[in-house]
């Protein structure tokens, strides 16, 4: 039997962090022994806000660095490519903005809170780019999209323009896309931040102090963990909603210790901060370990990145093309002669 799809994919802007491990590779790695994986840098949502162009392409590179550094592999059926690299990203996101409501555009979340933040030099990338989201999605035919809470909005909205398209183009018996189902993990799917255990772990937050980058080295893991924010309390205990930092750096050492929660309230319980905090400090240094070695060795031999990323490009745009070319199709356009 064939394998299931799944497609996924992170914006290569800052540093990846143990949010994105927990929440996404670390998943990802996972799942691909049992789904087709196509993987991706999102580097076309990386300008919705302003952006560095000296280091975009460097960041794109460094990123899928760091896919192969955490285990996916093309002998495990993952397809790695750049999202810019296949013109049918944006092509598609186009026909699919035209047929998209403006008030589905402006109900976004997202867009609301980032736009506030912006102000006048919000862009209209920021308003459009849930349709181009959608394009990357329904280009791969993925029978699952594995999605944190905080991104189950965009997924709905995917399905939304999917229907759209199928009712106004297609048929019941034909439909022009396929419907993606979400894949929701609620263990470690939201890391909150070091600094303020309310909010998520982000790339985009000014402090370096909140949050654990996957190549930070030891030292600098044991300054962030020190410095992070606690409580007065002493031991410690999952969920409860008056220790959100608790819970998060609990949650955080169950997951990268691979132990059960049970095992973890338990010998934890009686615990101060003192005892805890180089014992987590130890357990994220020997996660991101073989990540970053495996990571230097990817780095200084760029053959290896560069056959990964070719290879991958030529597998996307294929089947990417045959999307693209049926929902034209479907909507009337001619074939060039």
């Known amino acids: 039997m064939a394998k299931q799809r799944i497609l996924s994919g992170i914006q290569p802007t800052g540093e990846l962090h ?11 790695v996972e799942m691909q022994k049992d789904y087709e994986s196509f993987l991706f840098m999102a580097d076309l949502h990386a300008i919705t806000v302003s952006h560095d162009p000296a280091v975009l392409a460097e960041n794109t590179y460094k990123t899928a660095a760091i896919y192969l550094a955490c285990g996916l592999t093309a002998e495990q059926d993952s397809t790695i490519f750049v999202q810019s690299h296949i013109p049918a990203h944006s092509e598609l996101g186009w026909l699919l903005t035209c047929v998209t409501p403006l008030n589905w555009l402006q109900d976004m979340v997202q867009f609301k809170e980032k736009a506030v933040r912006q102000g006048e030099n919000v862009g209209a990338g920021l308003l459009c780019y849930p349709a181009l989201q959608a394009a990357d999605i329904l280009l791969y035919d993925p029978d699952k999209v594995p999605v944190g809470e905080d991104q189950k909005q965009h997924l709905e909205l995917t399905r939304d323009i999917a229907v759209r398209i199928n009712h106004q183009f297609g048929t019941s018996e034909t439909p022009v896309l396929k419907m993606p189902e979400p894949m929701i993990r609620k263990e470690g ?9 309310t909010r998520k772990m982000s790339k985009s937050d000014p402090s370096e102090l909140s949050r654990i980058n996957l190549l930070d080295p030891p030292d600098l893991i044991k300054k962030k963990i020190k410095k992070c924010k606690t409580d ?34 338990q010998d934890c319980a009686d615990m101060g901060w003192g005892q805890f905090k180089p014992l987590l400090t130890d357990t994220i240094v020997e996660a991101l370990k073989p990540i970053q070695e495996r990571y230097a060795e990817i780095t200084q031999d760029k053959t290896i990145l560069e056959s990964v990323l070719r290879d991958g490009n030529e597998k996307a745009a294929a089947i990417a093309n045959q999307t693209l070319s049926r929902v034209k199709q479907s909507m009337g356009y001619s074939r060039p002669l």
Request: with cysteine; hydrophobic share 35%; proline share 6%.
């Open 18 to 28: 143990l949010g994105n491990y927990l929440g996404a590779l670390r998943n990802w």
């Open 189 to 197: 799917a939201r890391v909150m931040s070091l600094s303020d255990g």
């Open 232 to 265: 007065p309390v002493r031991g410690l205990e999952f969920d409860n909603p008056d220790r959100p930092e608790c819970n998060n750096l609990l949650t955080l050492y169950m997951l990268l210790s691979s132990q059960t929660k049970e095992t973890v309230a």
